[in-house]
């Protein structure tokens, strides 16, 4: 008797980290039912096509329907095809989702990503699509099977939703309310994955250094940081989102003397003016913010801060962004991702008085663009001559092949490429170059490797790769690069939204 072949899935995923994670946990409950990932290349051709979203971008809704309905004629040629929606754009939308394409067999949401097998099923067996929508968190993403992208690195979700109010930010809407995992879930996920090779976890939360809120510990965050400090194998620690409000001297201190956690530091920023902060719902101002800087580098002098940064919300005047521009050149970050505000419906910014025209958004945000990369240029070339550990990368060189080097990250997560060495390295592996150039967004050591140690996360990548051969291929997830982003894609940094 002949068995069916198994079913293969792909899934494409729009936005940020939490979107990325929550897809690897999508990618886990397929597989757990059966499903295989499609070839690299299926660009639609898989028995099951989930799209996870993200309600963000301006025209989110836009390039949603538009790669609906170019799935259309192909389902409609493939009997038995299915479609799932899921994500921040589902659970606003919702069954707008199937009026405007019926073609779509499933819609799921953000609090209800583990009904996704049940649902394809159930759509399949009643031959009716099948809109289900959670209002609140029904399973911790962190229990549902996962299928991570990276043998060498991984994200740990510590806390999903968010408490604040950003005027521009949909999240709190799509998310709810911040919950957070209890302390003794997340080591023992830790200690799992070390167990498995990993050997650099970036733990990730809409506002990470809010965990604790949820469950009566507001120093929670630092304590997890210094517990993963105990945990032997675990070589790096990074985490995203922080909130200026909540970044706290234990957090700093905690950052400073546990080894393993990386001097590196992405904290959003948003505006350098307080006016704009106030109609921003920010609480923070431009002093306290420049005041946590400095305490960061007076604890950690090689840190590389990072942030986010809108231009043109509603009522920002030029003073307002001059405002910006000042703090920028005060703050002297290694690397800035600036966004032009664009209207977001449902949120109350969308909504308020004095947007700002889009020719004046441009000129500005052009300014500061310019300014940022001369002092990424200028912080970069100070690494020049510097000796540095790399964590080697997959995927993160894009001259690699044609320079005959590789790319790895150092620990403030700069992007280094380096001199391909004679011995074989693998990605995990650890090697010790020295900095010869520095270009805006990366590093160059063009000199020969200084020391190379293979590691256990690199054996993890080979046994994976070597398995992966053997078995029949997968899917492109449509993932931007997992592990820490190179340069951190626009798309995917702030809280996660931006
Ligand atoms: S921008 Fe960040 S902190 Fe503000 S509401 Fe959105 S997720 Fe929360």
Redesign the pocket.
């Known amino acids: 008797m002949d068995v069916p072949a198994p079913k293969s899935y792909e899934i494409r995923t729009y936005g940020c980290q939490m979107n990325v994670h929550d897809s690897e946990r999508l990618a886990g409950l397929l597989e757990e039912a059966g499903y295989v990932r499609a070839p690299e290349d299926a660009d639609g051709d898989a028995d099951v096509v989930v799209f996870n979203t993200c309600a963000v971008r301006e025209n989110a809704d836009n390039r949603l329907y538009g790669n609906l309905g170019r799935l259309a004629p192909r389902k409609a040629s493939r009997p038995g095809m299915q479609i799932a929606v899921g994500g921040c754009l589902a659970q606003k939308d919702r069954d707008t989702i199937v009026r405007k394409a019926p073609w779509v067999d499933v819609v799921f949401g953000t609090h209800n990503i583990g009904k996704l097998p049940v649902l394809l099923e159930r759509a399949r067996v009643q031959e009716e699509a099948q809109v289900e929508i959670a209002e609140s968190l029904e399973a911790f993403p962190s229990t549902l099977p996962t299928r991570r992208e990276s043998a060498y690195a991984a994200w740990v979700s510590i806390s999903v939703g ?1 408490n ?3 005027t521009f ?1 949909i ?2 809407a799509l998310r709810g309310k911040e919950k957070d995992r209890r302390p003794g879930d997340i080591l023992a996920e830790v200690e799992a994955l070390v167990a498995e090779g990993v050997s650099e976890i970036t733990l990730l939360g ?2 990470v250094n809010a965990y604790g809120s949820d469950i009566g510990d507001r120093e929670a965050f630092s304590k997890l940081l210094r517990a993963c400090g105990n945990i032997e194998g675990l070589e790096r620690v990074r985490f995203t989102s922080p ?1 200026p409000r909540d970044f706290t001297d234990d957090v700093i201190a905690a950052m400073a003397e546990t080894p393993n956690v990386m001097p590196q530091l992405h904290m959003p920023l948003q505006s350098g003016s307080d006016t704009v902060l106030k109609a921003m719902r920010r609480s923070y101002r431009q002093e306290r913010y420049l005041g946590i800087i400095e305490k960061v580098r007076a604890a950690i002098p090689h840190a590389a801060i990072t942030t986010d940064i809108i231009v043109g919300f509603p009522g920002e005047t030029e003073a307002d962004f001059e405002e910006t521009l000042h703090a920028v050149r005060e703050a002297r970050f290694a690397q800035a991702f600036t966004f032009q505000y664009s209207i977001r419906p449902g949120t109350p910014a969308a909504t308020m008085e004095n947007q700002i025209p889009k020719e004046v958004v441009q000129a500005r945000y052009e300014r500061l663009v310019a300014l940022q990369e001369e002092i990424s240029w200028e912080e970069n070339k100070k690494q020049v001559g510097r000796t540095l550990e790399l964590m080697v990368a997959e995927g993160e060189g894009r001259k690699d092949g044609a320079t005959h080097r590789l790319s790895g990250r150092a620990p403030d997560n700069r992007l280094v490429h380096f001199t391909k060495p004679e011995q074989e390295v693998r990605p995990g592996d650890v090697v010790t170059v020295e900095v010869t150039y520095a270009a805006p967004h990366h590093l160059l050591a063009e000199g020969q490797v200084l020391a190379v140690r293979r590691t256990r996360a690199g054996d993890a990548w080979e046994k994976r790769t070597s398995e992966a051969a053997a078995k029949p291929t997968g899917v492109m997830l449509g993932l931007p690069q997992i592990g820490a982003p190179a340069p951190l894609p626009a798309a995917t940094s ?2 996660g ?1 931006d």
């Open positions: 968010c604040n109010t950003c930010c999240v709190p809409q506002n909130h702030g809280c939204c």
